[in-house]
């Protein structure tokens, strides 16, 4: 019995050796940091930026690999898959971390299991928005009142089924008793341009996507989804002030593999949290709408476990399904 333990122990020293020698030497070529969806996107805009700033430090040129599909799920599927030596990271979101894996027959990977988590990067605000030109409602508590009294007018846009927005939207229907009902869109774009035209009373859209039309008094921004308000139009309110506790926040991320050593997790894990809380990333990131956190890996990995949680309890109370 000791025998075989000693040969299990000697057999194991090599791979010791190999990472640690790897995770010495690190980084001594170019780094990649996978977004799973397409060029354009605020997510890539946020690895593009992350990834400039940190290749100086690293040492190392870092480039971003789009992998578009599935709502994000074949770029995270293929970080969950790759080798943890310190070459392949992501940039995952909340639909990736908390929501997809409810969504599915057959998730491809495990959200929690199968990844590193470095740092939750920022929150991408949603907003739940009208036309005022054809909803009278000022604030939510007109709105849900105008709803109830007209359940025709409670249709609601989104970016898709099981998103966000679309969970969003749910989280209000089971809060307000309000007889809301989902409209998917592909996309925030096509939602809002039917929101525009009057063909639909209310979307919930991200903020970067409906910024300028809230400025211009061309929407009227009812609520938030997010913990606290949003500093950039802070006369409006959020969803928590009506009922405590209640949030759906949208965010932005950075992960590794599963087992990804301790030196290289915590080194690229600094390196984000610098890069993201640098005056230059920061300030371009608030100018989209985005609300920087560049929290630890320990608290990304406790937020991604409730909302895990939370997400899933909703997706099942509802019924959602994926289209």
Do not use: C
């Amino acid at each position: 019995m000791k025998r075989r333990a000693a040969a299990s122990l000697i057999a194991t020293l090599p791979l010791a050796w190999g990472l640690s020698a790897r995770a010495q030497a690190w980084p001594d070529k170019p780094i990649r940091i996978v977004v799973p969806y397409p060029p354009g996107a605020s997510t890539d805009a946020m690895g593009r930026m992350v990834g400039q700033a940190i290749s100086g430090p690293l040492g190392q040129t870092v480039v971003v690999d789009n992998r578009a599909g599935a709502s994000g799920n074949i770029g995270s599927d293929h970080v969950a898959k790759a080798a943890p030596d310190g070459y392949t990271f992501l940039l995952g979101t909340d639909a990736t971390h908390a929501a997809n894996f409810h969504l599915s027959a057959a998730p491809p990977f495990h959200p929690i299991k199968d990844f590193t988590p470095l740092t939750l990067a920022a929150l991408n605000p949603i907003v739940l928005v009208t036309n005022p030109a054809f909803t009278p409602a000022r604030n939510l508590s007109e709105l849900i009142a105008y709803v109830k009294a007209d359940p025709s007018k409670g249709s609601y846009g989104s970016s898709g089924n099981g998103s966000p927005h679309h969970l969003s939207g749910e989280l209000l229907k089971q809060k307000s008793g309000a007889p809301l009902s989902h409209v998917p869109y592909k996309g925030g774009g096509p939602a809002i341009n039917d929101l525009m035209g009057g063909n639909i009373p209310m979307v919930f859209a991200s903020l970067i996507t409906v910024m300028q039309q809230i400025k211009s008094g061309k929407l009227r921004a009812i609520v938030f989804t997010q913990a606290k308000r949003y500093e950039g139009l802070p006369d409006v309110p959020t969803l928590s002030e009506t009922w405590p506790g209640t949030e759906m926040p949208s965010w932005l991320g950075f992960f590794g593999p599963a087992n990804l050593p301790p030196a290289i997790a915590q080194r690229m894990s600094d390196e984000m949290i610098k890069a993201l809380r640098s005056a230059d990333v920061k300030s371009k990131l608030e100018a989209a709408g985005m609300i920087v956190v560049a929290s630890t890996p320990a608290e990304y990995a406790a937020q991604i476990a409730r909302e895990f949680e939370m997400r899933g309890k909703l997706i099942r109370e509802a019924g959602i399904k994926a289209e």
